[in-house]
């Protein structure tokens, strides 16, 4: 999509905005019906010509990593965003009704409610290549939803179906529950004070709602409750790395994500802020971040943050969707090439009905890379402290990958942070599933890797020994 090009022209008492063939005209569309919208604007420069030097360079600690990754694109920002940033500081002093926040992790700059003079004064600046309508994502109404309260009291040795058939309980035996690591979510939120997560949130820097700032984790929809506890939860044997640190970011609403939360939340991965977006502390980013959202095929807005999480060393999973059986239904950003994108089975082994298959839609890759436990899932939920319920969807199946990623990474406790030899070794000690006769660009599903599974349904005992074997 090229710039934005604004032509005024007087028509009797009417103002008519002309834009270039090539602008998606949607946006106009939207200034026109409702006055003000949010938008995101992209400057030409582009971060990869930043990021390309960390693939090379090695650090003494995690935190160098983290702080000079920061560094640098906080300045290639300012400059590069230095003009436009006045010009909206100017606007500010007469137009009250927009907000804006510089975001230094993709070199763009986030509007909520700007209108058609506001667009059409940024257009003007040549460092800008695209204004575009903030994209609202839709969360999936859930599958097999079943929620319950007031439990008796849980058997120590009854593990959840999914945890259990991953073998997670045996990493445990070994003194592994993942300690050390840090985990984020960007989600619905989460209920912090539930039973199964209140022990292990890290409250210094560790939550943040990017539209309403509000000082304690929350969740009105129990979703981030959800994956989080699947994660880290140590009730009822629900989460996969019962003692690893989580924190988390609200990226998403009651019923959608938006665009804007999603950036900002990325910036906050990379450099954690206080709850209310300031005081940056670099050194708390988390390990690795899990994403149980998407939609779309072939959609590179969110390319730049992955980019950015991959330079600093902070490892992305992401659910693929749940837009399956058919082929060709992988979403972004799971379908990205540098994330780890997964797919969902069931208690039987087998793919579930509706885990998203691939090819990708550009570059016709291999994805999902890896299928987890995603059917019928049991975690905590969001409506009292002692809730819990059982779901269904790829967004079950990316927390365990990543409490099993997490189990990985406390395995060797002194070992960099290598996303390269995490996945190797996640894909290497998966296993196969029970063949539904499937097949997708001619790969069936009894060959691995193939388009349903990617490498298999994972275990984390094996991926474990493989990545201590890698290093």
Not at 235 to 249: D, E, F, M, Q, Y
Not at 286 to 315: C, D, F, Q
Request: charged share 20%; proline share 4%; with cysteine.
């Amino acid at each position: 999509m090229l710039k934005l090009l604004v032509l005024t022209v007087f028509v009797g008492l009417f103002q008519q905005a002309v834009f270039s063939p090539s602008f998606d005209l949607s946006l106009v569309k939207s200034l026109e019906a409702n006055g003000r919208v949010n938008v995101v604007v992209t400057l030409k420069e582009r971060t990869s010509s930043v990021l390309g030097q960390f693939s090379l360079k090695t650090y003494e600690t995690r935190t160098d990593r983290l702080n000079a990754v920061a560094t640098s694109l906080q300045a290639f920002a300012a400059k590069s965003q230095a003009r436009v940033l006045r010009a909206l500081e100017q606007e500010k002093l007469h137009n009250h009704g927009f907000t804006f926040k510089s975001l230094w992790l993709t070199n763009q700059i986030l509007i909520r409610k700007a209108d058609l003079g506001l667009v059409e004064k940024l257009s003007d600046f040549e460092e800008v290549d695209t204004i575009t309508e903030e994209i609202v994502i839709n969360l999936e109404e859930p599958l097999d939803l079943t929620i319950y309260d007031n439990l008796p009291k849980a058997d120590d040795e009854e593990f959840q179906w999914g945890v259990e058939q991953i073998e997670a309980p045996v990493v445990w035996n070994g003194g592994n529950r993942g300690d050390g690591i840090v985990v984020a979510t960007i989600d619905t939120g989460v209920r912090y004070t539930h039973e199964a997560l209140r022990n292990n949130f890290r409250a210094k820097y560790g939550w943040l709602d990017p539209w309403y700032f509000t000082p304690e984790p929350n969740d009105q929809n129990g979703h981030g409750t959800h994956t989080t506890a699947n994660i880290a939860g140590k009730a009822r044997h629900v989460g996969v790395a019962p003692n690893t640190t989580w924190i988390a970011c609200k990226g998403c609403a009651t019923s959608s994500c938006f665009q804007l939360d999603l950036l900002d939340c990325a910036q906050w991965i990379a450099c954690p802020t206080d709850t209310d977006g300031n005081n940056p502390d670099c050194s708390l980013a988390p390990h690795l971040v899990s994403n149980s959202w998407g939609g779309g095929r072939g959609s590179t807005w969110y390319a730049a943050s992955v980019n950015a999480w991959r330079a600093a060393g902070i490892i992305p999973v992401f659910s693929i969707g749940n837009s399956g059986p058919a082929c060709n239904t992988a979403n972004s950003p799971g379908d990205y090439e540098n994330v780890i994108g997964v797919g969902a089975t069931s208690s039987e082994n087998i793919l579930a009905y509706f885990s998203s298959v691939g090819p990708t839609y550009n570059g016709q890759r291999i994805k999902p890379d890896v299928a987890a436990p995603g059917q019928q899932v049991f975690s905590a939920y969001h409506t009292s402290d002692t809730a819990y319920a059982t779901l269904s969807g790829t967004s079950m199946a990316c927390p365990h990958a990543a409490g099993t990623i997490a189990l990985m990474l406390a395995s060797t406790p002194n070992a960099d942070v290598n996303y390269d030899k995490i996945k190797e070794a996640l894909q290497a000690g998966s296993v196969q599933t029970v063949s539904e006769g499937k097949s997708c660009e001619g790969i069936p599903d009894t060959k691995i890797p193939n388009h349903h599974i990617g490498h298999g349904r994972i275990n984390a005992r094996q991926s474990v020994v493989r990545y201590r074997e890698l290093l």
